[in-house]
């Protein structure tokens, strides 16, 4: 893999003994592999601390990275890298979270346009616990990228020595003794209700790995550990999208994940939605043992609805009950409004007036009118605009038939 900074290429590979190696390059890389005399450095990645000029932690890394602000205190800390080298695919500018929330601690780190976007964002929104503050939010902060969760896993710019890197993460050699939750296995994952041990929704993941740890009871999350009980066993399943799963004596069945190859119909789907996406298939069928079916079908998108040219019948029923009817003389399509319950609702709406629904009782249509034909549909004739612009039928009373 292979990055760029400046004038020079960075990356990444192994050798073929398997060996990693960096290299750095003025020009193409797959030139300077045929000829090794192109590559400015060709080296054995090493480990080193990074300079810390804030607060006292360090931490190893093979990168060569720039920690351009750092934030600690009581366990956690909160910092801005950018890394210098950082291989092709890999963005070089993040900010890096280390933190309590409600007694669990919780890892991520955020990718930022700029450096300058990182620091704003830190000092005008502080440090936040939760990766959810930003996905959360309505409007982006200036600069964000994306978020990722580590959970219990290193993230790949902390990559030492010749540690392999699965995606955003640095191989998990720690999670790998768990028989069940092994790396690369698939499982139906069930979703909780906030705040309850039940079923939301279930999702499709690949495991990185399990530890099973014994767990002290505590009377709160930031409470007491009550030695008078016998420690928890708890099971902490990572996932590859830096979520984890943590499963004890007190998890319902039904909350436990399920490994896919349990349920084979949903391999089946899965297999056969790729299709659909890919273009080979535009339906499927997947049969049950039960003799239920799951069908799934593309659907082609329906043509632009609009109404000719002519006079319409309508009947309101308003949000207080009422019901206003009446013709609607001389209606035109037009692109705002292309048919004439789009045309009685921009009215009524202008008029603060809410709607519960429109019935087309009668229609006459113009031989030969006008008809909308979609987005370029032209200029609009300032005649039609001007009916277009003129109430249906009265809608400042509440009679029960305005005809």
Known sequence: MTGLSGAYRYGEGRTADGQLVSFT???????????????????????KEMT???????????YDIDKVEYYGGEGGYFEVLNIKDAPEGRHPIVSHSH???????????????????????????GTPNLPSYFTEEKEPFKGYMRTVELGML?????????????????????????????????????????????????AVKTAMGA????????????????????ANIVRTVQWSDGTMTKIDANTPASM????????????DVVSQVQKVMAGTALNFTVNFADGGKFVGKYIEPQESVS????????????????IKAGWVYGFVPTPETPTVTAYIEKHYKEQGVDI????????????????????????????????????PFDISTNSADNE
């Open 25 to 47: 390059t003025g020009g193409d890389v797959d030139e300077a592999i045929e000829k090794l005399g192109a590559f400015k450095s060709l080296r054995i990645p090493t480990s």
């Open 52 to 62: 810390v000029e804030h607060g006292s932690f360090g931490r190893y890394s093979r």
């Open 99 to 125: 933190g309590l929330s409600y007694g669990e601690w919780v890892d991520y780190f955020v990718e930022w346009e700029t450096v300058k976007d990182a620091l704003t964002h830190l000092h005008d929104h």
């Open 154 to 202: 290193t993230p790949w710019f902390y990559a030492t020595g010749d540690a392999e890197t699965v995606g955003d993460f640095v191989f998990p050699e720690n999670l790998g003794g768990d028989p069940v939750y092994t790396f690369g296995r698939q499982f139906m994952v069930p979703i909780s209700a906030a705040y309850k041990n039940e079923v939301a929704h279930v």
């Open 211 to 230: 530890i099973t740890q014994q767990v002290p009871v505590r009377s709160s999350p930031y409470g007491y550990t009550d030695n008078t009980k016998p």
């Open 256 to 267: 436990v994940p399920r490994p896919i190859e349990q349920a084979p119909w949903v391999v």
């Open 307 to 322: 109404n000719a040219e002519g006079d319409y019948n309508a009947k309101v029923q308003l949000a207080d009950g009422s």
């Open 356 to 391: 519960i629904t429109i019935e087309i009782v009668e229609q006459k249509t113009k031989a030969g009118g006008k008809k909308w034909k979609g987005l370029y549909y032209g200029s609009i004739d300032p005649a039609d605009q001007a009916v277009q612009d003129r109430p």
